[in-house]
């Protein structure tokens, strides 16, 4: 009995641990084999610089600007609206017309030789005539051009031999004709108030001594 061989189960028990030994290899290799490919996989993104490592390649590149070179370019529409004239016409699109130029100055100054004559007096026994001072005013559109009074009546002596002329309502037409004080004074007596235009001129003792009729204008 002691020099029987080993048992069947005995002699199984080698095969069950090649059997576990080579898939234990094959395990193993697999693993390897994962493990390198793996490896080559990290290898080519490095390569191609997008791994983690490539970081620093990427940042080193030159940032592309969307702005030009030599500073940003302003738009259409701003370079447009500053260079814009400033509009000069009116509201309705139209030019605006220039104002009007005045047509005659009301501030003219009173005029030193020319009367309104009004009435006659021989108030303080001498003869006068009652006039106002004034100067011409603008001329009416279609008419004579007025003579504006100013300030009050007041009182001129005229001589006895004063030479004077007369035009119309005075005298008929419209050429100026010599008259006498006496015609004047009976003219103006039968119509007062009419303010009649004369140019006039004192002599040395403070009388009128000349006195000429405008042409008849009112």
């Known amino acids: 009995m002691g020099g029987r061989g080993p048992s069947v189960r005995e002699s199984r028990r080698p095969l069950r641990r090649r059997r576990r030994q080579a898939c234990a290899a094959l395990v193993l290799c697999g693993a390897l084999a994962l493990t390198a490919c793996n490896g080559d996989g990290d290898a080519g993104a490095g390569a191609a610089g997008t791994g983690p490592d490539a970081g620093p390649a990427a940042s080193s590149a030159p940032a ?10 302003p738009s259409t529409s701003s ?14 699109g139209k030019p605006k017309p220039p104002a009007p130029a005045p047509t005659c100055d009301h501030k003219m100054p009173i005029s030193p030789d020319e009367i309104a ?3 006659y007096t021989p108030e303080g026994g001498f003869h006068s005539l009652i006039v ?3 100067n011409w005013g603008c001329a009416v559109p279609g008419g004579a051009t007025p003579f504006e009074t100013v300030g009050v009546e007041t009182f001129i002596p005229i001589a006895e031999d004063a030479k004077i002329t007369a035009v119309t309502p005075i005298v008929a037409g419209s050429a100026s004709k010599p008259i006498t004080l006496h015609e004047l004074t009976d003219w103006l007596i039968a119509h007062p108030n009419k303010g009649l235009v004369f140019r006039y001129h004192l002599g040395g003792k403070g009388a009128i001594d000349t006195l000429d009729q405008e042409e008849y204008t009112l």
């Open 132 to 134: 106002k001072h004034g």
């Open 64 to 73: 592309t600007s969307a702005a030009p070179v030599g500073g940003a370019t």
């Open 117 to 119: 004559v009004y009435r």
């Open 79 to 92: 370079t447009t609206s500053a260079k814009k004239p400033a509009p000069t016409a009116s509201a309705s």
